[in-house]
């Protein structure tokens, strides 16, 4: 075999190889579903209190959804990008404690948002927003504390009442609007629903900036979620600078919780 031959074979291997080499020193992403099981066990871990529902209150344990979309991160000029794409189904915990209840979302063992509700005269008040996020082992928990006034409870909403929030961290704030845009049908099953249908416009301010649309139909009876479609578009500054998409929509299969 001619010598030029020899060390062309020998470039293309020496590629190779550090193709290889420098692929593998990059972090890469495992993402892995939650089961049902791991959410049922949540659950019981945490829940205090009566598991009865109370009047005007979804009943608690965890509910199942089918579940569209996915996240994305474009972080060091493209080097360390990534997307999960979320899968087919997706839970969420309605979970009692001391001053009312939490609704734990959660698509991923590392993609979960809590939030903290507490009952308050005329209706219920949002305390806390916990979110955790992982990319390429770097993992980003955020827990904004929540300024908000009371909300109605699903029954005494009407088209047309709005009203305003602020939540924020040490070094970020969300401020929210807050909107019902009607009552609609909505089906789960063989059955149909009559659901308040809101929207939330966010407006991300400080190292966590951007925006986020968050639409809801809930159960007017009790509040339990019936459709979620949301919408997020956001950059965090800091020691490395990352652009983040999420964009899902999840819809109620059963209205008989795990537990």
Same mark, same amino acid.
């Given at each position: 075999m001619p010598r030029r031959r020899y060390i062309a074979i020998a470039a293309i291997a020496c590629g190779v190889v550090a193709g290889y080499v420098a692929w593998r020193a990059i972090p890469h992403d495992e993402v892995s579903p939650v089961a049902v099981g791991e959410a049922v066990r949540i659950f019981r871990q945490r829940a205090v209190g009566a598991l009865a529902a109370r009047p &005007?209150?979804?009943?608690?344990? /965890?509910?199942?959804?089918?579940?569209?979309?996915?996240?994305?991160?474009?972080?060091?000029?493209? $080097? +360390?990008?990534?997307?999960?794409?979320?899968?087919?189904?997706?839970?969420?915990? !309605? $979970?009692?404690?001391?001053? &009312?209840? $939490?609704? =734990? %979302?959660? /698509? +991923? !063992?590392?993609? %979960?948002? @809590?939030?903290?509700?507490?009952?308050?005269?005329?209706?219920?008040?949002? !305390?806390? $927003?916990?979110?955790?996020?992982?990319?390429?082992?770097?993992? =980003? @928990? !955020? +827990?904004?504390?929540?300024?908000?006034?009371? =909300?109605? &409870?699903?029954?005494? +909403?009407?088209?047309?009442m709005e009203w305003r929030g602020h939540c924020e961290t040490d070094d970020s704030s969300r401020e929210s609007r807050f909107r019902v845009l009607g009552m609609e049908g909505v089906r789960v099953g063989e059955r149909s629903f009559e659901a308040v249908h809101t929207r939330t416009e966010l407006r991300l301010l400080g190292n966590y900036s951007g925006s986020a649309i968050e639409e809801d139909w809930r159960r007017r009876s009790d509040g339990l979620l019936l459709r979620r479609r949301s919408l997020t578009d956001a950059s965090s500054s800091g020691t490395l600078s990352a652009d983040y998409t999420e964009r899902y929509e999840i819809e109620l299969r059963s209205v008989r919780p795990d537990r």
């Open positions: &005007g209150e979804p009943e608690p344990g /965890v509910y199942r959804y089918s579940t569209r979309g996915g996240e994305s991160v474009d972080a060091a000029l493209g $080097i +360390l990008s990534s997307s999960h794409d979320y899968p087919g189904n997706s839970t969420l915990s !309605v $979970i009692p404690n001391r001053c &009312g209840m $939490i609704e =734990r %979302w959660q /698509v +991923l !063992v590392t993609r %979960w948002t @809590e939030e903290v509700s507490c009952r308050a005269p005329g209706g219920y008040r949002l !305390v806390s $927003i916990d979110e955790l996020h992982e990319f390429v082992g770097v993992r =980003r @928990e !955020v +827990l904004y504390r929540c300024r908000e006034p009371v =909300r109605p &409870g699903p029954p005494r +909403l009407r088209p047309g």
